[in-house]
């Protein structure tokens, strides 16, 4: 029967009824329906707007525009965003303010001068005294506030003031508090040891900043802290025992130095928030709040740093560690909020620079009038040192502090000053090495166009006694240019790994017999595949009859 048939379609119809299916329509009051009409209602609303539309023919159609009407739309476009028309009103009020600037820049640039002046750091003594030589049985850290490091003019004055103090009392640790770098957004490589090419050598470094994600915007970063590891220390440190603030904010950062028995020392860089809030969007106040609020936590910043600080102190205590606290406090040292807490029984920290010089510093920052900086460590931590640098010496808008620790205290043994023989990166029998710096010494010649430059001189004092003066500034340049280019390739020929331990035959064997020994065992328990090649290798290591070994032998 025809009523039971369904309703007959178009091929057009049904082409419309599948898209609808395909894209999701659900008819009237569907998400992709009411999305259709308001776009249809704003396009309606720009053709009753539009004078092309208005201006439309008889039978409803856009004529072509003319070439005025295509210039005025032109004119209108130009003068919108930036580069808009400026009217008569507009610069008449330019010109007054650019006139009573001229007027009163002499007044202005009076008041600058004053407060410039008022400013101006007074050169004032050092506090306490320590030896430039490091002594034996001694263990020097200093403690330095560089007050952002992100851009290359800052950076690079900073990075030699500190080179200095570090050329000139050459400490075994070096604390680094607001290095204001972003490592996550820094360049390929880029690294804490990267900004101070001279403490690169033979040294390891350890960074904490605000690495949420929210906050990788851009280098440049308030906040964070830093740690160079040196000399006689790399023999105790620890890398997988870095520590660094558990809330990711770079607030904190320590790690760990073991000496024989079991002696633990921490050393903790900290830096604290500040009380007073900031409205800079980028500063570590503000870093602080948007955390707290994205993860529903409340009080303010400075709270939060102190139950966080003081809880991980607690607990490093608790297991048995020794602790050394270098660290920023926004605050008085002794008769602060924080700084009362450090001495509690549960924690029993004592600020060391007051305890060893019987006053504290009258000043740390360069604008402030109470010491906001300071040095704790436990009553088992012995201080033989301390002194803090005048403003002129340190890096930065604090003064540095350098104190000196026993290294018994500190790594439980009286550790003697190392004395490492230089190892050369080229040498003849190493091939490899050769190769590479005849590569690069020719990549650097042609670079600098050596051969031109030399046959350029040599035609120029051809017959020619004494040489003229320019001649000879060249040729000296040239001659210098040349040294550099060796030393460069030297440098780059080849990397020089250094193993954990001293280099020692003897040595060495026995720590391969124990970890042999170790794998040994878990062959006796069925948990290596092919036993045949390990007790081969136990052969070679000088061990008789690997596979009679028992688990109460080994």
Not at 156 to 162: F, I, Q, V, Y
Not at 249 to 259: A, P
Not at 523 to 549: C, D, E, H, M
Request: proline share 4%.
């Amino acid at each position: 029967m025809q009523g039971c048939n369904p309703p007959s379609t178009t091929g057009g119809e049904a082409a419309r009824t599948k898209s609808k299916r395909n894209s999701g329509y659900s008819g009237v009051g569907s998400p992709r329906l009411s999305r259709c009409r308001k776009s249809g209602r704003r396009a309606a609303k720009f053709r009753r707007e539009s004078e092309l539309w208005a201006a439309r023919g008889k039978h409803k159609t856009i004529h072509k525009p003319s070439h005025d009407q295509i210039a005025d739309l032109m004119r209108r476009r130009r003068s919108r965003g930036k580069n808009r028309w400026v009217s008569d009103d507009e610069i008449e009020k330019w010109v007054e303010e650019e006139q009573w600037v001229l007027e009163n820049s002499l007044d202005m640039m009076n008041e600058q001068i004053d407060v410039i002046t008022n400013n101006e750091l007074v050169t004032v003594p050092s506090h306490g005294s320590i030896p430039e030589v490091v002594e034996d049985g001694v263990v020097r850290m200093v403690s330095v506030q560089v007050n952002s490091m992100s851009t290359a003019r800052v950076r690079n004055r900073k990075a030699a003031e500190l080179q200095e103090v570090v050329r000139r009392y050459n400490p075994h640790l070096i604390g680094i508090g607001e290095v204001g770098i972003n490592w996550n957004c820094a360049k390929n490589g880029q690294r804490l040891l990267t900004l101070f090419p001279e403490l690169e050598k033979d040294s390891q470094s350890a960074t904490a900043h605000n690495s949420h994600l929210s906050e990788r915007i851009g280098v440049h970063q308030m906040g964070g802290v830093g740690q160079i590891i040196r000399g006689e220390l790399l023999g105790f440190h620890k890398r997988k025992s870095l520590s660094k603030d558990f809330r990711n904010l770079g607030r904190w950062v320590s790690t760990v130095f073991s000496g024989c028995q079991g002696h633990t020392t921490r050393v903790i860089q900290a830096y604290r928030v500040r009380s007073v809030r900031s409205r800079e969007m980028g500063s570590m106040e503000q870093q602080h709040i948007r955390y707290m609020q994205k993860n529903g936590l409340h009080g303010n910043p400075t709270d939060m740093f102190d139950s966080d600080l003081l809880n991980q102190l607690q607990v490093w205590r608790a297991n048995g560690e020794r602790l050394i606290l270098m660290m920023d406090a926004n605050e008085h040292v002794l008769t602060g909020k924080l700084c009362r807490r450090l001495s509690d029984a549960s924690i029993g920290l004592r600020e060391v620079t007051k305890d060893r010089l019987g006053s504290l510093c009258p000043n740390t920052h360069a604008s402030g009038s109470i010491p906001i900086d300071g040095v704790w460590a436990t009553p088992d931590v012995e201080v033989v040192n301390v002194k803090w640098l005048s403003f002129d010496e340190s890096p930065g808008d604090h003064r540095a502090c350098l104190v000196d620790f026993t290294s018994r205290s500190v790594v439980g043994t009286d550790g003697k000053r190392i004395v490492r023989p230089a190892c050369r990166r080229l040498t003849s029998s190493n091939q490899q090495s050769v190769d590479n710096y005849l590569r690069e010494m020719e990549r650097q010649w042609d670079i600098h166009r050596m051969d031109q430059r030399l046959a350029a001189i040599e035609l120029a004092s051809a017959g020619v006694t004494p040489l003229p003066p320019e001649t000879a500034a060249a040729a000296e340049k040239l001659d210098r240019q040349a040294s550099e280019i060796q030393r460069h390739c030297e440098k780059h020929c080849r990397k020089i790994y250094r193993s954990e331990i001293p280099c020692s035959p003897e040595v060495s064997l026995w720590d391969k017999r124990g970890k042999m020994f170790t794998r040994m065992l878990s062959a006796l328990a069925g948990r290596v595949k092919n036993p045949g090649v390990l007790y081969k290798k136990a052969r070679k290591l000088g061990i008789q009859s690997p596979r009679r070994w028992t688990e109460e032998q080994i």
